[in-house]
């Protein structure tokens, strides 16, 4: 939990709120995840070191001797990566054995289609490509969350429209960083797209992420998703308004008001 909250102010009070058992698997999706997207984002590691390692993970994940696999990838590696992703072993650790073969199936999927994306230098020209993208960093976030709440107690609910929870919250994220992004060469913005297009792109996907959360009924899924999708909400009223992000001020309320 500590290393939840240094990696994530938006999912580490849902998560800390979760019951024993759903709490420490969500939380191992999420560190695991985190741990590969700080490869595939690293300003200093070269691409083909990117793609082999972020490949190796994926493979390591799938091998019988996962935890010797992945000292040998990393080892040279100790000094630039930081420890969310050196400890991924550990995140992997945390998950209940009964639901650990989902968490590391979507991470290894997850690493791979990240490797794909380096590979392409994150080239997007269509909004064919925005939403491959999107599903690779977090649409299939949103699959495998709907697959812990079937695991913890049976809960329902549309896949389609969980993975436009996972890829409206990332549309977010390309907004908010889109100085960021552009400064380091990269342009997630398809071809002609400007701001209106991606916002639009983005309320979208988040109109779907509503009506998801709107079906999932009273339990623990709902209390997870409606932090970071009410947050998601309020960060892309401020960014029409030509502001850039929530103040930590303002992330407080709107937590307070879902739940104290």
């Known amino acids: ?20 058992g759903l709490r420490e698997s969500v939380a191992s999706a999420y560190l695991c995840m985190r741990a590969i997207d700080e490869i595939e984002d690293h300003e200093l590691l070269p ?15 799938r091998s019988p001797d996962t935890e010797e696999a992945v ?9 630039v990566l930081p ?10 650790r945390l998950c209940p054995s009964a639901v650990s073969p989902t968490v590391t199936r ?3 999927m997850m690493a791979e289609q990240m490797a794909e994306w380096v590979r392409k230098k994150w080239v997007i020209r269509t909004e064919a490509d925005l939403d491959g993208y999107t599903y690779s960093v977090a649409g299939m976030v949103g699959e495998m969350l709907s697959e812990l709440w079937h695991w913890h107690d049976g809960t329902q609910s549309d ?21 960021e992004d552009l400064s380091r060469g990269v342009d997630f913005y398809p071809d002609g797209w400007g701001s209106k ?4 792109y983005t309320r979208r996907n988040l109109k779907l992420a509503d009506e998801y ?23 892309v009223k401020i960014l029409a308004a030509g502001g850039n992000k929530l103040t930590r001020d303002a992330v407080l309320k709107i937590v307070n008001r879902l739940g104290g």
């Open 197 to 200: 297009e991606m916002l639009a």
């Open 106 to 108: 979507y991470t290894a």
């Open 47 to 61: 691409e083909q070191n990117k793609i082999e390692l972020l490949f190796g993970i994926s493979e390591a994940l």
């Open 159 to 179: 896949r389609a429209k969980a993975v436009a929870f996972g890829r409206g919250l990332q549309a977010v994220n390309i907004l908010r960083n889109r100085k």
């Open 71 to 79: 000292r040998r990838l990393l080892a040279p590696y100790r000094e």
């Open 1 to 20: 939990m500590i290393m939840l909250e240094k990696t994530s102010r938006t999912f580490f009070i849902p998560i800390s709120r979760m019951v024993s």
């Open 83 to 92: 420890e969310v992703s050196l400890r991924i072993v550990d995140w992997a």
């Open 213 to 235: 959360i709107n079906e999932l009924g009273k339990g623990p899924a709902l209390e997870f998703c409606k932090i970071p999708l009410a947050l998601a909400h309020a960060t």
